[in-house]
């Protein structure tokens, strides 16, 4: 029997899942992510690097502040550049409010529908009024602290090398932590939903890797860990981890060289860096009996633990910006000629870039590796084994089963043909 | 990408919207969506980059009573259209050894291949834009886009020229409004992600950055990082050479 899934719907770019299960067992199954190609690693090339990061946004529409954060850093280290404590929380500030509008998008648009055996967040309703309410009432919260910064939530346009070109005042800022702070409620709200969804059983031995820091929930910057102990640093990434081309695949694919796939996300920041969360987020989680574990179906009860956290230090870090005066937020550097590169957890997980710049500026070379590359052959083993264990399964069933690992991963097929 | 995350632009008015429209096919949003029309309206996202996109594209504009190009790659080629300014096979090598599965065409917007019956510009596209098409659909008028440069929107807010008043190289007088004088307002230099205005003269906004000192790549990369697919710009890159 063969089964294809022409177009995984509720993820962001194009793919299908092709299988073919003979005498009752699971012959071949791929996963092809067949989304045309964009080429900016071809194109960023002859461009300049103050372009790069409002290039770079174009990639996704979701995590646009994690391309740019992703590429300022790599170019500031290129530099040599170190930018203020100050600017560094900002572009904290900023990648927290993107993992918020982004879990919040993917949990209730994206995820949920299926739990419910619905096709779309539009049959949700009226039954799930109350729901899409406060899913409305948490996005528009998320969406404008990155507007407060960046002048627009996607796209945001005041992101450079260097810094910011400008900040909001401290009455917004305080306005805007209120505001985060009341909807402490909603997401732990959220929580429950998500540990109430039935998730289906699954087990999965994967590495996970994600960012690590000493007291603190890593997001730009830090040791790129894993469960199996890898323990490197950002400008080491390449002498571990190898990307190569798939050929029914238009998005490549990265394994840990000599070891092989590996999982990163939502799931792989729990389940390495549980003991950062604030203790309010780490508590919701506790209580309801979560910890982190190796059911790649638990990545959407990790991004609603996330979300609790994400809100709480969103509004801390917004109480503690000086915003004395703008020109804290902008330090002029020197370009010169060299090679940098920078890691960040964009919200669906890791994300790397790469760039060489010549001395006046213009980009030579430029390698970007998104997250859905580094997950692409464990989601592809995670189906094989899930199609293996419900392999009795009706067919309907077992498509259904498919489509919800692959949103429980949340990739990005966009991101992914960069 | 994400022009189909529909929800982030109507997200203030979601039940307004579902009264009034059924989604019939957006993969982002729902399964088992079809795209065997008829449809009252198609909002039709992304370049033009492969050639099986042409002929789908093709489909649902002979299906579709209105057809509206929605973000700027579909409008104007946008970012996409950059790898068409430099050797397309050279580009395409950086990025993949094995090019025998890669059948990419030239990029284009969508209005090289189909009649279109508006343009929701930007990048992200303007939500004020978005629900004119829409509305204009529902009450059966033509939909009102603005068709004036950035520049009014800059006057409108009372904003200081930078262009003049700090020799910043703004692209804000040749651009198409619809952002609110974004950048301007955030201390910076428009970066046109509205792509140009109609029958803007954008060769005299690259000899005014030429007379400010700013070198011949510099003045074409700035026309041609949203518009390097639009005639419009593509004269101001042509005058520069001459």
Redesign the interface.
Known sequence: MKIDIN?I??????SSVKLEIEEGKLKELRLNIWE????F???L????FD?VP??VA?????CPVSHMTTAIRAMENAFGFTPSTEVKKIRKILALSQILSSHL?HLY??AL?DFFRL?????M?PRFDKE?KRF?RL??AA?SITALFG?????P??M?VGGF??VPSKADTEKAAKELESLHGDALETLKMASELKCPALENNAEFVALTGKGEYAINGGMISSTKGLDIKEHEYTSYFIEG?V??S?AKRTIIKGRGSFMAGALSRINLGFDNLLPDAKKASEDIGFKGGGNPFLNNLAQAVELVHAFQECAALLRGLSLKS?KNYFADFKVREGAGSAVTEAPRGMLYHYYEIDRSGIITKANIVTLTAHNFLNLEESLKELVTENIDKPEDELILLC?MLVRAYDPCF??SVH | ???S?F??YV??Q?PEV?ASFD?VFI???????TPEGPFDIALVEGAI??AW?VDELKMIREQSKKLFAIGSCAVIG???A??A??PEL?????????LS??H?IKPHAVDTYVKVDGYIRG??PAERDLYEALTAVLTGRKPDFPEYSVCIECKLKGNTCILIAENMPCMGPVTNAG?GA??P????AC?S?FGPMKQTNAPALAKKFKAMGISRD?VI?KFT?FGADTIEFRKAVETYED
């Open positions: 177009y719907a509720r993820v962001e770019g194009e045309p190609p964009r080429f690693e071809g194109f090339v002859g461009r300049k372009e409002d290039i174009r990639i996704c529409g979701i998008a648009v994206l529908p096709n779309s967040v539009v049959e309703l899409i409305l996005k528009e969406n002048g627009r939530a996607l796209h346009v005041s450079v070109t400008k081309e050929p029914y238009n703008v489509e966009s991101c | 990408m994400g022009c995350y929800f982030a997200h203030k979601v579902l989604f993969k982002l949003l729902s399964r088992k969506g980059t492969e996109q946008g970012i996409p950059i790898k300014t430099m050279e580009v395409e090598k950086r990025v993949y050894k094995n599965s890669i990419s990048c992200p952002c974004l950048c307002s955030m201390n910076r970066y992600c510099d990369r990082e």
